[in-house]
């Protein structure tokens, strides 16, 4: 049987694949995300998370164990919140949040989710499907002190855009135009696009059911 090999570390988009049947074998892939940024300024922002997640895909390739190699699928993706003419990676910092958070509220954004697929035979990449998801999302206005008490949380730093929708930040979303499985981090519909490129159908990758 295939693998299905997911190059992050997220929790959302492991939680996302497991709903949806999938068992992904979890491998964080290390790269500079900020230098690669600043290698693409003047890219298009659909080409930069497109590249971002093939850089990913091919950095955790090399990590893998052979056995996990005879026959793969590696999936990896990336994330970014455009807002008028910004483009908002994860603000990592409280104080950076805080800023996305001035800019976005009351307003709506596109989050461009990268995708990039690339399927393992025998050791080899015998191919590679990529492709970015664009949802829009509509954000709320929190009061100061709802604010101060989410960005306290933490959640908000290490995502794109410092928001969520599965979380803590869902209070503050008022809707989402688009596939909301993207915005949780990793598109469902694009996945089993990419997989179908590459051979692969998603059906044959689900879990066993149990015989109960």
Excluded at 68 to 73: F, K, M, P
Excluded at 161 to 184: K, Q, R
Aim: aromatic share 4%; glycine share 10%.
């Amino acid at each position: 049987m295939t693998s299905f090999i997911l190059a992050s570390a997220s929790p959302a988009r492991r939680t996302v694949l497991a709903a949806a049947g999938i068992d992904a074998v979890v491998r964080a892939a290390n790269i500079n995300e900020d230098k690669m940024i600043a290698s693409m300024a003047g890219s298009e922002p659909e080409q930069i998370v497109t590249e971002l997640a093939v850089a990913k895909a091919k950095a955790v390739i090399k990590t893998l164990e052979p056995e996990l190699t005879r026959d793969a699928v590696v999936v990896a993706c990336d994330s970014m919140l455009r807002l008028g003419k910004s483009l908002l990676g994860k603000p990592v910092t409280v104080d950076r949040a805080r800023l996305y958070w001035d800019q976005m509220s009351g307003r709506t954004g596109t989050l461009l989710t990268g995708h990039a697929a690339v399927r393992i035979v025998e050791g080899s990449g015998i191919g590679t499907a990529t492709g970015c998801e664009s949802t829009q999302i509509r954000f709320g206005r929190p009061t100061e002190p709802e604010l101060e008490a989410y960005l306290s949380s933490g959640e908000p730093l290490e995502v794109a855009g410092a928001c969520t929708i599965d979380g803590l930040g869902g209070w503050f979303i008022e809707g989402v135009d688009g596939d909301p499985s993207s915005v949780i981090g990793i598109s469902l519909p694009l996945t089993r696009r990419l997989l179908a490129q590459l051979g692969v159908r998603v059906t044959d990758l689900w879990r066993a059911r149990s015989a109960d």
